[in-house]
């Protein structure tokens, strides 16, 4: 489990008491803060609805990392919480639906049947899926396309765009489906140089600038002389920061002074696609 503290805010009805209570001490014990939106008691009876729902909003407007529900089978709940834009709740009972919940599909609501699984064996399917991450490189695609409703975000991303290739495009046109409006910086000539080396770029910028005006999915293109697009992302103040490679987002945040308030995502590049590939390969020819 990770040593950083993270939030999670916890709900059940009258049939989720008793592992709710069960598993939230066992989890502050393992570094985690817990806030219990009840009940705490197993009568009278309470509707699932109402605690889904208040989690699910919790969750959606980023006040808890996490979310735990549980009822009798966790259906209820999740049905509940997955109306919520912006929820990606998990009904798991097992371990391997743990793993691939968070693996696949980076899921934020945990959904659990006090019915089907012993404590023990809900607070080990909870232990599982906070453990493990987002395989954000191999599935960010997918999970993109269940996201809410775009409208009205404005998207960036930036780059050199020297030689255009098969991965530029499958960069530009996943940023483009994030938002509404894309925004691409592209590095000037001077700064391409520092940042590439002497016989680079192989294009103008203006040439460069012009081929990616051309896409259909580019709505905007600015040069900036940085060799980081920090000066400029701040000035733009975009919804999303999109970037292409095998960094993670907190990766991308730290290195480019991302402010917290932007939302980074990482599109993994096609493989096989490289600019200065594919230069090499030109003079080799």
């Known amino acids: 489990m990770s040593d950083e503290k993270k939030l999670i805010v916890m709900g059940a009805d009258h049939n989720g008491v008793r592992p709710k209570a069960y598993i939230k001490p066992r989890l502050k014990s393992e570094n985690y803060h817990c806030i219990d939106l009840g009940p705490y008691e197993e009568t009278p009876s309470v509707d699932y609805v109402d605690y889904a729902k208040q989690l699910a909003h919790i969750i959606k407007e980023g006040e808890a990392d996490w979310g735990i529900l549980i009822c009798g089978t966790g259906v209820g709940m999740s049905i509940v919480a997955n109306k919520v834009s912006g929820i990606r709740a998990a009904l798991v009972h097992n371990q391997e639906s743990a793993i691939k919940s968070r693996e696949h599909n980076d899921a934020n609501v945990l959904c659990l049947g006090a019915w089907i699984n012993s404590d023990e064996q809900n607070l080990e399917i909870v232990r599982t899926w906070l453990g493990q991450k987002f ?99 701040n000035t733009l103040n975009p919804n999303i920061v999109v970037k292409g490679g095998e960094w993670t987002a907190e990766e991308v945040r730290s290195r480019d002074d991302i402010p917290e308030h932007i939302v980074v995502k990482v599109c993994p590049m096609l493989t096989g696609y490289s600019t200065t590939g594919l230069i090499q390969h030109l003079k080799k020819a």
């Open 135 to 233: 395989g954000e490189f191999r599935h960010v695609r997918r999970v993109e396309k269940i996201s809410p409703d775009p409208a009205k975000k404005i998207v960036f991303a930036n780059g050199v765009f020297d030689v255009l290739h098969s991965g530029h495009i499958s960069l530009l046109k996943f940023a483009k489906s994030l938002g509404d409006y894309l925004i691409v910086g592209v590095n000037s000539d001077r700064s391409v140089k520092a940042l590439k080396g002497p016989e680079r770029p192989v294009n103008c910028e203006t040439d460069r600038k012009a081929v990616l005006e051309s896409l259909r999915y580019v709505d905007q293109v600015i040069l900036f002389d940085e060799l980081k697009p920090t000066d400029l992302i």
